[in-house]
């Protein structure tokens, strides 16, 4: 897919660096967790660690890449297992704002050149971050990887002048 998708721009960067861990982990080179106990069933899992934001919009370029290439039923699942991995994690960590949230995640671009170039910026801010400060903050850091935040701050800073004047 990283080879074969015509948005992939950067063949070297952070999408091959998500197949990368997952095939580590896969090799069990990274994150064992065993199964928790009295759940023997569940079976030892194997995971790396990686920033939220990262992994979001690792995802989103891959599912958009794959609209583009042809691909088996195997390949469809894999990518709908992941989403809703991640959708799952959402409605737990966020509660009655995943729904918003969700929607932030999938309007995400990762077809516009600019949102991988911020995301060094933005998985900074959001390590610098405490816990509570993520969950409030976190919408706010998605809608920040669209290409008119810039505009619709700035429209919304202008209309909080022209009131309070």
């Not at 660096?17 to 569940?42: C, M, N, S, T, W």
């Not at 990518?79 to 918003?100: C, K, S, T």
Request: aromatic fraction near 10%.
């Amino acid at each position: 897919m990283n080879e074969r998708s015509p948005i992939v721009k950067d063949k070297e960067g952070s999408f091959l660096g998500l197949a990368y861990d997952v095939r580590k982990a896969y090799e069990r080179q990274r994150e064992v967790i065993q199964p928790p106990k009295h759940f023997e069933e569940i079976g030892v899992r194997y995971g790396v660690q990686i920033l939220r934001p990262v992994l979001m919009l690792q995802q989103r370029l891959q599912r958009q890449s794959l609209t583009f290439l042809n691909q088996t039923s195997k390949t469809q699942a894999i990518a709908y297992a992941l989403e809703a991995v991640i959708e799952d994690a959402l409605r737990e960590d966020f509660g009655a704002q995943a729904g918003h949230i969700i929607d932030l995640w999938q309007r995400l671009d990762p077809a516009q050149a600019e949102a991988f170039d911020m995301i060094n910026s933005r998985g900074g801010t959001f390590c610098s971050w405490t816990k509570v400060q993520r969950k409030a903050r976190f919408a706010q850091l998605l809608s920040s990887f669209d290409p008119m935040y810039d505009r619709t701050l700035s429209g919304k800073q202008g209309a909080s002048i022209m009131i309070l004047t």
